[in-house]
Structure formats: C-alpha cells, structure tokens
C-alpha cells in the first residue's frame, strides 16, 4: 500500500508557518533552521498539487488552498501529538515529580523518604522546587504537597486528598515550660509567630478563651524552620504543627506546656490533576502518604 499522508515534518512545519506567519518564527518554534522549514513545506506542495503560501516582498500569506488544508489538518496532528504525550506519560509512570512545602518537607517528607523507596523501589521519585504562588499550571510537577490557600478550595479539574497540618499547639523549651502554670501565663513569655499567618495565636489564645492585645507578638519568622530553630535556641514560644517539630518532641528538647490544640481550618493537602487519578504512581504514593500522616504525632 502507497501512503498518499504526507511526512509529520512537512506537516509541521505547514502548520507552524501557518501560525507564526513567517519561515524565520516557525524555525525558531521547530528548533530548525529555515532552510529545514523552506524545504519541508515545498515538498508539501509538490505532494499535494498546489500552492500553500504566497510569498511576496512582504512577506507570506495564506492561500485559499492553505487556510483550506490547515482547517483540515489541524485537529488530526493535534489529536496525535495528545496521543503521543499521554502514551509517554503512561510508559513513564513509574516517575513521579513532585513539589512540597519546603518546611515540611525538611521537618516531615524527607526524612520518610527511606522508607518509601523500600516499599516502592521501582518508582522513582523526584522533588521540585517550591514556590509560594504557583499556579498549579507547571509542567514540570505532576503532584503538590501544599497548603490549602482559600476557602474556596483547589483549582477546577484538581483533586487533593488532606493530609494533615491542620491542628496547632504551643511549645517551647523545657525551662519555659517550668514556668507556665496555666495557660494564661503565655502573656508574659516572647510569642514567636509565622509571618504567614500571624492569626494563629489569636485562635489558640481565643479558643483557651485568654483575653490579649492584638500587639502582643514580639518575633516573626518567615517560615516554619526559622521559626523551630528559635523555639529550639529558648526565644519564645511559637504555636506550631506537632507534626513539624517530631524529633524534638521525642528528644525531649522542646515540649508541650499546654495539651489543647486548635484548628486552622487548612492543613496540607497531596493534590494533581484529576486526568492523574488513575496514574499507578500517583495513587500508590497518596496511599504511602496517608498511612504515614495517619501514624504522625497529632
């Protein structure tokens, strides 16, 4: 059987002069150089029986025979290159990149992460750089680990599943806390705080029903590590996530003055796409992480 189709080059380099209206913008697009675009479409012609573009000395414009072919072609070579990449993504799905929360996971994912590589040694896990106001749009994530941002939840077409963060505590060092009778005694003490969220003394203090100034924060720190290392050096006392400061709670090196904890209402959520759902990594590593924040410190 003879293939009357032309070549996938010829048709791309059609289709993006088409678009970019120049030899010169298409090649840039196609990583080529113009003389590879130049020959490809006027093969293209040749094969088809007819003129595509006219060239002038202005420049090129479509022919009618051009817009023709494109409005022709252009949903079939779309649809291919669709296939392609989700073909490569399901032969590649034993590769999961992924971007957390930078502080938790220093405190949190990481040192897990040895354990998760025993259970799963042929998925091969990759961490992406955080960044505070990503739109979830990257192409080089395929799963956050972040925090839950507004109330009206996650982006359309995301799923995310809750892991834990929500509940906070104080906590200080152990000479500190030789001096906290009750819960009212954290007035005289330096309340260290998250510059993110300044509120969240607020709602501990209002929910141990403590009334206090709006003024009465000494010392913010812009993340959560910044602000365990001052709690650690005896600066103040921060409310804080238990599950960040795990090691520390167990060495004994700081502690909790006071039992009750209080919700934020946000927490940190695993979320990705929900085209991703049925991906084997990504199930198989939001199942890992939901046992591991189900035996977390709480």
């Known amino acids: 059987m003879k293939f009357q189709s032309p070549s996938l080059s010829e048709m791309h380099a059609f289709l ?21 675009v130049s020959r ?19 420049g090129i414009a479509p022919t009618a025979r051009g817009r023709e072919f494109q409005n022709l072609v ?24 992924v971007s957390v929360i930078t502080t938790l996971a220093t405190r949190w994912l990481v040192p897990r992460l040895a354990d998760f590589h025993a259970s799963h040694p042929n998925l091969n896990l990759e961490l992406r750089p955080y960044r505070p106001a990503d739109n979830y749009n990257r192409d080089d994530v395929d799963l956050w680990i972040d925090v839950m941002r507004s109330q009206s ?3 359309r077409g995301f799923k995310a599943h809750y892991l834990l963060g929500k509940e906070i505590t104080p906590v200080c060092t152990p000479e500190i ?43 913010g720190f812009d993340t959560g590590n910044n602000l365990i290392v001052a709690a650690c050096s005896g600066m103040g006392v921060p409310v804080i996530h238990p599950c960040l400061i795990e090691n520390e709670l167990k060495a004994g090196q700081l502690v909790r003055p006071f039992p009750m904890m209080v919700s934020t209402e946000r927490g940190w959520y695993a979320c990705y796409k929900r085209s991703l759902a049925h991906e084997p990594a990504v199930k198989e590593f939001v199942r890992w992480l939901q046992e591991q924040a189900a035996g977390t410190i709480r």
Do not use: Y
């Open 16 to 36: 993006a002069v088409f678009e970019q209206g120049s030899f010169r913008k298409a090649a840039g697009v196609l990583c080529v150089t113009q003389a590879a």
């Open 40 to 58: 490809a479409v006027l093969r293209l012609e040749e094969r088809l029986g007819c003129s595509l573009f006219e060239r002038t000395a202005f």
């Open 74 to 97: 252009q949903g079939p070579v779309a649809a291919l290159e669709n296939s392609i990449m989700s073909f490569r993504r399901r032969t590649d799905s034993r590769k999961l990149r």
């Open 153 to 155: 939840g996650w982006p």
């Open 177 to 219: 806390a030789s001096r906290l009778r009750e819960p009212r005694d954290l007035l005289n003490e330096n309340l260290l705080f998250h510059t993110g969220f300044p509120n969240n003394w607020s709602l501990w203090l209002n929910k141990a029903r403590i009334a206090h100034d709006p003024g009465i924060l000494r010392q």
